[in-house]
């Protein structure tokens, strides 16, 4: 134990006068003597003496200090009151001032004060010389100016208009409980705090560019019980909850490492692996058993001052919260509360989010030996998962939005059960009540279901035909597609009903895309159809008229043939008479056959007229002929 005298120096003997001097109050410590002065050696660096002894001691933690009554008594209205009884007046006994705020030597600074000596304010010790100080009772009734009031201003007016000094006094408020308390200091810091990050202002040198967060960094250094109260006087000024949630997101980060450490490379199942896994969480819980409470301590803070509000923290964040809670063993109403919580935000969670580690009771930090039942040695905590999804049920039935969330809920649960589907110890009686939570009528395709199914039943080969079938009719076939339906068709894995089911199914999806293509093919079929009539009217049309055509010149033919008979017996009975007259009538008629019409088009070395039309005109010098 250490031993100080404060004393007056009067024995001129016992060091010579020097014209420098610059104090006559000393501390005297056994093989050796400190001046008051010495503690400020900037200033003083020069011993004196003693001159007055010491007639009273006081006790600090593991100091004595030996110093005269009247200045101490004078100032502090405490040893006055103890002075006067018997115990002290005796200069045999030792004044104890157990628990005394700020310790050993936030006293020495009080005793310089009590003397005289100049001492300095600043953001580190003026908390502690406030609360000493009031121990100490050096009240404005004892002396003006006294400490209380001189400390108390340079908190009002100095630091509590700084942000900087405002958060290094609340720091430094963590060891004078519960006098911080008492003289409102940790009160008027927080609101302090509070009022400067509502109002959105860089006041911190450290500040960052980004408006919303500048202070996160600076809070997030502080005391569990000073961040909440922090969080509590900032919900109260109306601070946005997504800003408050990130707040708590950035203390988390901080103070709760174990929140984003993942055990990589453990995704495989077994029950050697869950034995690695769960002496991997051991070995961490034993490590930081000292540290356990207070990780504790800051969870259930944490989560108690988490915003109501859904939009205040990501559903990732709730379930890493969870996994935390669960890890060290919080109580079952702040984890069955976490459950609720991202039971409301469920669909925004992913698939890693909800392999939560099975972790097993544990007794002040240590886990308990592993169950020996497989059913109990899953490497993921199914029951939590099942209850999220219960709560999520539960919350969304309540606002009649479950339809409009079901596509993401089904697509999060199928990618759920394919994870869990490659754990040995899952039992098909918990994979079946999981996979039929989400109610069918939410389902548009059993495509991620049955990929489930199939990586269960991969897993687990050794099931009878029974617990086949009884799995498959979780899945409805009617609502595979076609390629899975391709795909189960072939799978050997499946019991005999349920391919014979797929099948069927397989069948009325290819009629119906059959059906489904023939409208568009019968709306081509039809323009071509009408297309094609048309063209065959022309044919039909082109065909009539041709045999028409072909039966009006075997006609001349053979009038031809009628009209040279007939010349030639002309010829020969009135050739002596008018040859010439008959010559020329002849070339007429000759010519009225053989000269081409335009538009007549030849087949076959005939003529055709294009038209009915040509034919009659045609068949006029035979009427002529025959009338002559």
Partial sequence: MKSLQ?????????????????????????????????????????????????????QVQETTYNVHKYPIISKCGYIGRLEVQPLISNSGNVLKLDNFPGGSETFETILKFCYGLPIDFNSDNVAALRCASEFLEMTEELEDGNLISKTEAFLTFVVLSSWKDTVTVLKSCENLS???????????????????????????????????????????????????RIISAIKAKGIKPETIGKCIMQYAKRWLPGMYEELEGLRGYGHEKSNLQFTIFGRKKQESAAHS???????????????????????????????????????????SDLEKRVGMVLEDAEVNDL????????????????????????????????????????????????????????????????????????????????????????????????????????????????????????????????????????????????????????????????QEKEPAQSGINSEHDVNQISASMDIKTLKTELENVKSNMVELQNDYFELQEEYKKLSNNDKSKNPSSWGLNWRKIKNSFHVKHAGCETRDGQDIPTSPNHTRRRSAPRRRLSTS
């Avoid at 990732?316 to 109580?331: D, I």
């Avoid at 390629?483 to 397989?506: G, K």
């Fill in 178 to 228: 519960p006098w911080v308390e008492n003289i409102q200091i940790v009160r008027r810091c927080c609101d302090s705090i509070a009022l400067k990050a509502s109002k959105n202002k860089h006041t911190s040198e450290d500040a960052t560019s980004n408006q919303e967060s500048w202070w996160f960094n600076d809070v997030a250094t502080l005391r569990i019980d000073h961040f909440m």
């Fill in 6 to 58: 404060v004393a007056q120096a009067t024995d001129p003997e016992s060091q010579p006068e020097r014209t420098d001097q610059v104090s006559d109050k000393s501390i005297v410590i056994p093989n050796k003597h400190v001046t008051i002065a010495d503690s400020i050696k900037s200033e003083h660096s020069r011993f004196v003496a003693p001159r007055i002894p010491t007639d009273f001691s006081i």
């Fill in 293 to 335: 409470k207070e990780q504790t301590t800051i969870i259930e803070s944490l989560v108690s001052i988490i915003p109501t509000q859904q939009e205040a923290v990501p559903c990732k964040f709730l379930l890493q919260m969870l996994k935390m809670a669960m890890m060290y063993s919080v109580s079952p109403a702040l984890i």
């Fill in 355 to 514: 392999l939560i580690p099975r972790y097993q009771n544990r007794d002040q930090g240590k886990m308990v030996n592993m169950p020996n039942s497989p059913e109990d040695c899953t490497m993921q905590d199914i029951d939590v998962v099942q209850r999220i999804f219960e709560y999520f049920l539960m919350h969304e039935k309540q606002q009649m939005q479950l339809q409009q969330k079901s596509g993401k809920l089904n697509r999060l649960m199928d990618n759920y059960l394919a994870e869990v589907a490659t754990d040995p110890n899952l039992s098909i009686t918990k994979f079946q009540v999981l996979a039929e939570l989400l109610p069918e009528y939410t389902r548009s395709f059993d495509d991620g279901l049955y990929r489930a199914i199939d990586t269960y039943l991969k897993t687990h080969p050794s099931l009878t035909d029974h617990d086949r079938r009884r799995l498959c009719k979780i899945m409805n076939c009617e609502k595979l597609s076609l390629d899975a339906c391709i795909h189960a068709a072939q799978n050997d894995r499946l019991p005999l009903r349920t391919i014979v089911q797929v099948l069927f199914a397989e069948q009325v999806k290819m009629r119906a895309a059959m």
